[in-house]
């Protein structure tokens, strides 16, 4: 079974800067994707960013960005020029081709930004 | 405009009583999950379905139920054999291939009276 690690509980970062949240995950499968949502205090989990395990290149939209480093197993997400609207909870999720490719997701990393 | 509903948006459950989540979503998507989130949690699979009526069981599919007679519709039945329900739970759709990313509704709040 594959699974998420989120490491950071909790992190906070000041308005305009540059902050990252790490994630790792395992798997035997050679081809998958991984994911960043977003759960802002509303609850609604909205897509931030995706990476498809073949693509060398990172994945990069706007202001957020992913460190894929594929040996490593690891999937950071970088926010850069942070803005108070990105406070969320962020979840990491992992698809594979096995059951109906639905997301395997880490616990999440709650992220403040303040002013 | 397209999307997901989720109803209700709070839901109370009296002990031994089955209550039924409502999922509809207007995207024609062929695939439908469950999740159910925990504070402190991750999100985890309770039912998935690929197609109508076509369903299987997730990693926490106990005291749990779900039916796929129609595509825009994935009802999930949390059953008195669910001994801890109190949870938010999220239905969400997609496409069915592997690239897609899911879309999520804005979920239900399940709490036990």
């Known amino acids: 079974a594959q699974t998420v690690t989120q490491s950071q509980p909790e992190m906070s970062v000041q308005e305009a800067e540059t902050v990252t949240l790490s994630c790792t995950y395992d798997t035997s499968e050679n081809n998958y994707y991984l994911f960043w949502y977003k759960q802002p205090p509303s609850r609604q989990m909205i897509l931030v960013i995706r990476?498809?395990?073949?693509?060398?290149q990172n994945a990069t939209e706007n202001r957020f960005s992913v460190n894929f480093q594929k040996a490593a197993k690891s999937f950071s997400l970088k926010i850069s020029d942070s803005q108070l609207g990105d406070t969320a909870m962020y979840f990491c999720a992992f698809m594979n081709s096995n059951s109906g490719y639905a997301l395997n997701f880490g616990k999440g990393t709650s992220l403040l930004v303040t002013p | 405009d397209g999307g997901i509903t989720q109803s209700p948006k709070y839901l109370f459950r009296k002990e031994g009583q089955n209550v039924t989540l409502s999922c509809e979503q207007n995207l024609n998507h062929d695939a439908m999950y469950w999740y159910r989130q925990d504070p402190g949690q991750g999100l985890r699979l309770i039912y998935y379905s690929q197609i109508v009526n076509d369903f299987q069981k997730g990693d926490i599919a106990e005291g749990y139920s779900v039916s796929r007679e129609k595509k825009e519709s994935f009802p999930l039945t949390v059953t008195s054999a669910q001994k801890n329900p109190t949870a938010f739970y999220l239905c969400?759709?997609?496409?069915?291939?592997?690239?897609?990313?899911?879309?999520f509704g804005d979920g239900t709040r399940l709490s036990i009276l």
């Open positions: 990476q498809e395990a073949y693509k060398q």
């Open positions: 969400a759709s997609s496409i069915g291939l592997f690239n897609q990313p899911q879309h």
